[in-house]
Antibody, heavy 121, light 112 residues
Framework: QVQLVQSGAEVKKPGASVKVSCKAS????????INWVRQATGQGLEWMGW????????GYAQKFQGRVTITRNTSISTAYMELSSLRSEDTAVYYC??????????????WGQGTMVTVSS | DILMTQTPLSLSVTPGQPASISCKSGQSLLHSDGKTSLNWYLQKPGQSPQLLIYDASNRFSGVPDRFSGSGSGTDFTLKISRVEAEDVGVYYCMQSIQLPRTFGQGTKVDIK
């Protein structure tokens, strides 16, 4: 079935970087954009950025510019989100979400299970 | 960035009764192709968000028909005709007309 499976929970110290993976299966990885959304505990959803796995083109929320990098490895149908210079406020669950091409369904139709990232000294 | 504002922020509903959530956007979500770029998601407790409604009023595959979306321009509504116990969670609207994507604050729905 169509799914996105993310890597496991991470604990990082302030100032470090974290790289979360999102493995796609059940569909053609390069045909759908991947977005990253995060959610601090008890808080709402916050969009971080986007990538077209075919071209590698990316776009990031201004808040994360310079700290976030979204990449992919098409040979293993996996997208990555790396966040650097971590601080305690980055403690959150990070989700990847699929966005179908074109305008027939312009929404995040499939979500990963989420990856908890804890930033603590 | 487009500001998305949801009301109410919480809602307690008796099973079998209707519920309604409002979402207002800071600018029109009418796309040049005539579609309206407003989506609704439900995040059940301990789960990832799931798509309910896209293009303001289209139910996603597998979504029960008790869920309906309406609205245009900047004002939108999600309605649940008869709330069931499995509908508890937090509902979010999200605009998909431009980057960055932005979400409403969320509306927490629970059962009385």
């Amino acid at each position: 079935q169509v799914q996105l499976v993310q890597s496991g929970a991470e604990v990082k110290k302030p100032g470090a970087s974290v790289k979360v993976s999102c493995k796609a299966s059940g569909y053609t990885f390069t045909s759908y954009d991947i977005n990253w959304v995060r959610q601090a505990t008890g808080q709402g959803l916050e969009w971080m950025g986007w990538m077209n796995p075919n071209s590698g083109n990316t776009g990031y929320a201004q808040k994360f510019q310079g700290r976030v990098t979204i990449t992919r490895n098409t040979s293993i149908s996996t997208a990555y989100m790396e966040l650097s210079s971590l601080r305690s406020e980055d403690t959150a669950v990070y989700y990847c979400a699929r966005d179908p091409p074109g305008r027939d369904l312009d929404a995040f139709d499939i979500w990963g299970q989420g990856t908890m990232v804890t930033v603590s000294s | 960035d487009i500001l998305m504002t949801q009301t109410p922020l919480s809602l307690s509903v008796t099973p079998g009764q209707p519920a309604s959530i409002s979402c207002k956007s800071g600018q029109s979500l009418l796309h040049s192709d005539g579609k309206t770029s407003l989506n609704w998601y439900l995040q059940k407790p301990g789960q990832s968000p799931q798509l309910l409604i896209y293009d303001a009023s289209n139910r996603f595959s597998g979504v029960p028909d008790r869920f309906s979306g309406s609205g245009s321009g900047t004002d939108f509504t999600l309605k649940i005709s008869r709330v069931e116990a499995e509908d508890v969670g937090v509902y979010y609207c999200m605009q998909s007309i431009q980057l960055p994507r932005t979400f409403g604050q969320g509306t927490k729905v629970d059962i009385k």
